[in-house]
């Protein structure tokens, strides 16, 4: 089951909506959290409902053991067992294949590839475990001792396939005293339908253009504007449609009374590739800083070698191809970069040289995002400036960019914080009324036109889905 989908805004959210509201008591809302979750992570997949209920369940008792043998051996013992557990999981299901495939191509041995299908979102639930079995050992939460409670934690749909990635201390005191205010439902109103929006008007859209030239197309005829063109929709797209699932987790867990942390703010008003990381995926990046970037290796935190593991884990974290791993590398040197200029010589760049450049970094990591098939990478390297003998620009790239210019501007409007700008002038000048009667309008506007384009459209599941 997606977000995107008529059957879970009209009939699944729905019934959970008004399950949870008829429900008066916390320890009933929380049932209700836990039945609709598990229906929702079954629906595709119900076999690993019992993996995501085995992986709470170790990590629960896991728990208890760490608070009963607190500062004890046996509790960092019991810490690493969980961890090395999950890692475990994680590992297997994910990175089998890919692991017997570059054993293969590096030894006389010719094992068979297994084909292990993926649970949906294992990469999300597991880091929220791991999180919060490493915080329950560091103290810096309390032990859930109901394992109905911490179930509810780790499976609540909104954020339990593709994020963000919420730490059990963001939402620990409400889990037994939240109270809804009607602030949070309009807030969480809109946060969805503006989610919806990016996903299904814009980010939808952006995938044509993406599937006609990289993925249909012939990638080796395509102009140097035309690969320009196309890798810079694809960038639009992975943040239209990603951002716009973590609007609407947000604003779902929001109007349940839950308070998730931001994933995404205006990441492409970045000037450099290190604020660009604070803004982008934030869930993630604050994840491998906390738990990986000051991990001590051989005794003591090591500078280069743990920044260089975090960048690869990042890059690893997201499939189980090698381009992933040198995405994340890609931008680990360029924040290595950084931090050896340090941040007062970067503010005495001028503005213009710093945007262009951070520009052009993340938009070539797209492109290194983009294609598994090495052999197509590099004809996309090369295709940016003209090496394959490509021209500069060609008739049906300037077609697509006429037949789309609104829908390219509109994005790059929308890539801005525009919205908050005007808000905060309105509000300055006495209009907040006026603000919030035109946010109504583009909330049923925004759902309206999501419904009617989602009506015939086929099953075009969330990116991040596949992590």
């Not at 969980?82 to 994680?90: S, T």
Request: a positive charge.
């Amino acid at each position: 089951m997606i977000f995107a989908d008529l059957f879970f805004l009209y009939v699944f959210m729905a019934a959970c909506f008004i399950a949870y509201f008829v429900s008066r008591k916390t320890v009933y809302r929380n049932w209700v959290l836990i039945v609709f979750s598990l229906i929702f992570y079954a629906w595709g997949e119900p076999v690993w409902v019992f993996l995501l209920l085995g992986s709470v369940g170790i990590n629960y008792g896991a728990g208890l053991l760490i608070d009963k043998w607190r500062d004890t051996k046996k509790s960092t013992i019991a810490m690493a067992s969980a961890v090395i557990f999950d890692i475990c999981v994680l590992l297997f299901f994910k990175y089998t294949g890919f692991f017997v495939e570059n054993f293969n191509a590096i030894s006389p041995v010719d094992l068979p590839v297994p084909n292990i299908v993926m649970p949906i979102g294992i990469s999300f639930f597991t880091f929220q475990i791991l999180s919060y079995v490493i915080d329950c050992y560091w103290g810096t939460i309390k032990v859930q001792k109901s394992f109905p409670k911490l179930l509810m934690y780790i499976s609540m749909f909104p954020q339990l396939v593709a994020g963000p990635i919420v730490r059990y201390s963001v939402i620990e005191k409400e889990i037994d005293d939240r109270v809804i205010s009607m602030s949070d439902i309009s807030d969480g109103i809109t946060r969805i339908c503006v989610g919806l929006a990016k996903k299904v008007i814009l980010a939808n859209n952006l995938s044509v253009i993406v599937d006609a030239f990289f993925k249909n197309g012939n990638l080796g005829e395509l102009s140097v504007l035309g690969t320009w063109y196309t890798v810079i929709v694809y960038a639009m797209q992975v943040y239209f449609d990603f951002s716009g699932y973590s609007d609407i987790a947000i604003g779902i867990g929001r109007i349940f009374g839950f308070h998730f942390d931001e994933n995404f703010n205006y990441p492409f008003i970045s000037k450099n590739i290190t604020e660009f990381w604070q803004r982008w995926h934030i869930s993630l990046g604050t994840f491998f800083r906390d738990y990986v970037l000051y991990l001590p290796i051989f005794g003591k935190r090591r500078k280069y070698l743990n920044l260089f593991l975090v960048w690869f884990c990042t890059g690893f974290w997201h499939g189980a191809s090698w381009n992933y791993i040198i995405w994340g590398l890609y931008f680990g040197v360029f924040i290595l970069i950084e931090r050896m200029i340090g941040a007062k010589r970067l503010k005495k760049i001028p503005l213009a040289v710093t945007h262009v450049y951070s520009k052009l970094v993340i938009i070539v990591g797209f492109g290194i995002f983009y294609f598994t098939d090495f052999s197509k990478l590099g004809v996309f390297l090369g295709n940016l400036i003209g090496l394959n003998g490509n021209s500069f620009t060609d008739k049906i790239s300037l077609q697509s960019m006429t037949a789309n210019l609104w829908l390219f501007i509109a994005c790059i409007i929308f890539c801005l914080p525009v919205i908050p700008f005007i808000k905060k002038k309105m509000e300055e000048a006495k209009l907040a009324v006026l603000f919030g009667a035109g946010q109504t309008v583009f909330n049923i506007a925004a759902f309206l036109m999501s419904s009617i384009l989602l009506v015939n459209a086929t099953n075009n599941p969330f990116i991040y889905w596949q992590f």
